[in-house]
Each structure stands twice: as structure tokens, then as C-alpha cells.
């Protein structure tokens, strides 16, 4: 007879010995947001992706282009991507003749001072991953180190929409970089990352709680993106845990679905304050921030927070942003079965 555990001090207790998931046949939530520390045991079919860069990456160390871009939607594995490389790049370093390291927003600044100064002479492959935020912060020093300091070599990635007003930028137009973008994945490859996952937590002698059935149906709702299907696999999980239930059937999956009220919506509908909302959410939200206040959102389009309230709840009603209680703030975000048709919908508002 199981253990009945009465307070939340005794279940908080208990869950630091034994996860709460172990009633699954997990050690632990496969699903929370983490870079696996095996990255390339976790590597899933980019060949397509893989065979352009190892094609630009000579013309890059030889000086023949400026810069390499990767891009893509939110959420379609871009960091894992760039993860991945940035470990096989390693290996390799001594051989390219490069010192291979990763650069983010808070480490830009120095780096580039450094360079500037003459304090860093080896030729450097750097591989920066939400280039947007230097982009915003640093624009002019990361042109400058791009285009006059031959013996730095830059990989870095951008979200499709804002790469597409980058480009736009004529501060950015003598740059003429190569741009790879990292595309949706077939099902069967989002069904592998999710087993993958599954495979790292399973308790010896237990059971894969998705069924073939259910995780086919997942990654068909999913449309190709890593995130989407790792997202409604962590909510369904906690369901059932809830339910007390051991086993995610396709019916399960087609309830849980069906219950998130997902569904292709028309943009072309919404009014313009909604589509600057939604860009603001895309443009403020990014890995390390996953949502944003009312607060910021009123700033951010010069209205009052009630207004900003209003048009949130509007687009919650809609079913594109939801939000959540962190810290005794809510903050409001793209939902991610969303993010992929407004990603898409903004890269054609701006090319076009």
C-alpha cells in the first residue's frame, strides 16, 4: 500500500528523495527546459543543415565571407543546434587554426574591447547564439568587428523574423553574409527527440508512458517544431500525474489537445495594436526570458498597463498568448503551439 502523504511540507520532502515521477516510471520531468549535457547523443537530423555548413564553414576561415547566419523560427532547435557545432568545432580547433569559443550579450563588450586593443590576435571562431540582443545593444561594434577585424570569424544565430529586419537595416547591408536556415523536422524525427528524452529518465523495467499512436498524433499537431511537441508532452504528463493515470494513449492525446483549443487562426484579422503586441512579445521574450509583463508591453507600445491588460486578454481569448504567475508577476507569452504560424506570418509581413 502506497504511502499517503498529507502536507506540502512532506510532499516537498519526499519529492527531493523520490520524484513525483517515478509513479510514471521516470526518474525525474524529462521535459523541463535544459540543454542535454550529451549533445550529440541528442543530435537529430539536421544533415541538410549540416552539409551547408560544412561547405560555407572553409570559404568562412579563409576569409572569403563575413559572417555565417543560421535562422529559424522560435522553438525549431537553432541552440541545439549551435550547441552541437560549437562542440565539434572544438575538436577541430588546432586543426582550423582557430580558438573555438561561444559568445552571449553579457561577454560581448569585453570581447570585442579585447580585439580592438590588440588583445586578442589568434584567429577566433565565434559561435554567438540570440545574436538579436548585441544586434540591439551593440550593432556598430558587432558591424565593426565583423568588418574590420579579419582574424574573427563569426557563426550566430537569429530568430527568422528579426534576421529578415537585420538585413533590411542599412547599417547591416555592406555585410552580404550567408545566411543557413534551420528548417521543421519530419515527425519521425520529433517522435526520436521525444524517445530520446524518455530514454535518459526511464526506470530500468518500465515502460515508455506515450504510446507510438499518441506521440504520431503529438508530433502531426506539432507541424515540425522540437519545442511545440516537448511542450504539450511536459503539460500531458503533469495531467497525468493529476489524474493518476499511468499510460498517454492517442485518445489522451486528442483529449488533451482538443482541451488546449488549438487551431490555425487568421492574423490578417487582428488589429494592428494586436500584431504590435504580438511583436513586442516576440521581440522582448527570449531563451533566458520566457514572458513579459503588462508593464513592459505598456512601454513598449506607449500606452497605458490597463490598455495593454486589455489587448493581452483579448489575444489569450484568441488563444495565441497565455500567461503565468512567477515571483507575484504575471507574465504573458506567445503560446508555443502559436509561435510558429506568427514567426512565419512576420517573416512575410517584412519581406513583403
Partial sequence: MSETIYTFKDRILKGLKESEFVKLGLSRNPFIPFIPKDIIGTFINREKELNLLTRYLPELINGFMPLLVLSGTKGIGKTHFLNYILNQLKEVGEEINHEVISLDVDKFADFFNRVKIGDIKKSHLVLIDDTEKIWEMYKENFVELIDSFEHIKIISVWTGSKWI???????YSSLKPVCIKINKLEDEHLIKIINMRIGTTLIKDKK???????????????????????????????SLLDNNISIVDEEIAREFIKKANL???????????Q?????????????????????????????????AIEHLRKLATLNVVESNILNKRRLYFIKPSSMNQIEEVLEQEIID
Fill in 165 to 171: 529586419k537585420a538585413k533590411l537595416d542599412p547599417f
Fill in 208 to 238: 515508455n508512458p506515450f504510446t507510438i499512436e499518441s506521440l504520431n498524433y503529438l508530433a502531426k499537431v506539432s507541424e515540425g517544431v522540437p519545442y511545440t511537441i516537448v511542450y504539450f508532452c511536459e503539460k500531458i504528463l503533469h
Fill in 275 to 307: 500584431i504590435q503586441v504580438l511583436k513586442t512579445l516576440l521581440e522582448i521574450t527570449n531563451s533566458e526570458k520566457r514572458g513579459v509583463t503588462s508593464t513592459e508591453i505598456a512601454e513598449e507600445l506607449g500606452v497605458q498597463r490597463p490598455t
Fill in 263 to 273: 487551431r490555425r487562426f487568421d492574423i490578417s484579422k487582428f488589429t494592428p495594436t
